[in-house]
């Protein structure tokens, strides 16, 4: 049974997110986000099915360990497009820093201002970090590891969904600077969404999810304790 309900899982998740990908390109809203959708409806589908959290476990650690060689694959794109990535080096370099940095302070000023403990506020101050390098710096700052992981998947979630909207509307539309934004304010699943835009910007994105997070993980520990 529980070999049953893994594979219905992993063939579930995976289905929902392809025919997503398939209804986002025929109807570019909102509530059509890939990550969105497929998420919303794997969620249906397993309370439909009366799985449980628990039962589903097993399918999503699979599938956790076979994202280790699929990030990998992002080398392809950004291969391919080495040569734009390398003439925009330093633009890519000082984005990626002052995003990062200004990211980190106005979260940090925003949750304290609206009285937010200083454990939450210590926790959403690397949200904007892949999972697996946010877990570890969550140690190092005494964060609770649950609730930034939480807070990691929200943050991603939301710039995947908005991240094209708000770009647009500030009109921005150099694949670079797009790319970039995905990968430094919403990680990999902001750059699900940037690899849907275009190859460019999926490579942007992949290489700004690395150095944002060596970035923070150098920058915050000192710089944490300067605005708590």
């Known amino acids: 049974m529980v070999f049953v309900i893994t594979i219905f899982s992993i063939i579930a998740t995976i289905g929902m997110y392809l025919l997503a990908l398939k209804a986002h390109k025929k109807y570019p809203i909102l509530l059509m986000t890939p990550i969105f959708f497929a998420t919303t409806s794997i969620i249906i589908i397993l309370l439909v099915m009366g799985i449980s959290y628990e039962e589903y476990t097993l399918a999503k650690d699979i599938m956790t360990y076979l994202l280790g060689p699929a990030t990998v694959a992002l080398a392809i794109p950004l291969y391919r497009q080495r040569h734009v990535i390398m003439r925009n080096f330093m633009p890519v370099i000082l984005g990626m820093i002052i995003g990062t940095t200004a990211t980190i302070v106005a979260t940090v000023y925003m949750a304290t201002w609206i009285g937010l403990s200083e454990e939450m506020v210590t926790a959403l101050s690397i949200k904007t970090i892949t999972v697996p390098i946010a877990s570890e710096v969550a140690v190092v700052i005494g964060a609770d590891a649950s609730f930034v992981a939480i807070m990691v998947v929200l943050t991603g979630m939301f710039g995947a969904m908005f991240g094209s909207v708000l770009l647009n509307w500030a009109r921005i539309t150099d ?7 995905f990968g ?20 942007t994105s992949g290489v700004a999810i690395g150095l944002t997070g060596v970035f923070t993980s150098l920058i915050i520990p000192w710089l944490l304790p300067l605005l708590v």
Do not use: D, F, N
């Open 175 to 181: 694949p670079v600077a797009r790319g970039l934004s």
């Open 184 to 203: 430094t304010i919403s990680h990999g699943i902001g750059t699900a969404q940037a690899m849907v835009e275009g190859e460019i910007e999926g490579a």
